[in-house]
């Protein structure tokens, strides 16, 4: 059986999607992360991140790394010290840090989205995870990632409102008309006009 088997064997026998397990990954440095951070990390699919945020993984949980037990080693490199302690992230840092791809890395992007993941504070230290992508990237521009954030952010910010926004406001627009509070004009758009004609009643 596969990883992904596995995690889908797991999680149909009531497996705790949302657990979270301490590792000492080297000389009193320890991260603390969950079953979905490992997935990103591992490049596995949309449908295994879909099931692990159906059953309850938390997709804004931050990975937390402490390196308090190591603190002597960075005697007099203060400053490594302070950054080795802001190494962690959520689901989406996770994704960002795994360098996407291809399309199959797009749909765990909305996958994550539409599991109410957040695009503000997804590492220490960075605001956005548009800036945080640009930083990250190895092979600028981004490109479909990037676009899609920002589209998801000028709609709100969340999947919800960049899916159903639009619809939203065409139907606003369509009342607006039938009471006569909006008329279409010469600089509408033809497809405009065609949403908002009596014909689609």
């Known amino acids: 059986m596969s990883y992904e088997d596995n995690i889908h064997l797991l999680l149909e026998h009531g497996a705790d999607a949302s657990y979270r397990t301490t590792t000492d990954i080297r000389l009193g440095i320890t991260v603390t992360w969950s079953a979905l951070h490992c997935a990103l990390q591992n490049s596995l699919s949309a449908r ?3 099931m692990l945020l159906a059953a309850g993984a938390d997709p804004n949980a931050m990975i937390v790394v402490n390196c308090n037990a ?3 080693m960075f ?12 190494h962690g992230g959520t689901a989406i840092a996770s994704w960002i840090k795994n360098e996407p791809k291809n399309e199959g890395d797009i749909r765990v992007l909305v996958e994550l989205l ?3 993941a957040t695009l503000d504070n997804v590492v220490p230290n960075y605001s956005h995870a548009e800036e945080y992508l640009l930083e990250v990237s190895r092979h600028p521009p981004p490109g479909l990632p990037l676009a ?12 919800r409102q960049y899916v159903y926004g639009p619809v939203h406001a065409m139907l606003l627009l369509r009342a607006l008309r039938a ?3 909006a008329e279409v004009g010469p600089a509408t758009s033809s497809y405009v006009a065609f949403a908002l004609s009596p014909d689609l009643e």
Do not use: H, I, Y
Request: proline share 3%; hydrophobic share 30%; net charge positive.
């Open 70 to 72: 190591a603190k002597p």
């Open 75 to 86: 005697q007099g490199r203060e400053d490594e010290f302070r950054q080795a302690n802001l």
């Open 48 to 50: 295994t991140v879909s």
């Open 114 to 116: 539409r599991g109410g």
């Open 148 to 159: 899609l954030m920002r589209n998801v952010r000028a709609a709100g910010g969340t999947w």
């Open 179 to 181: 009471s006569g509070g």
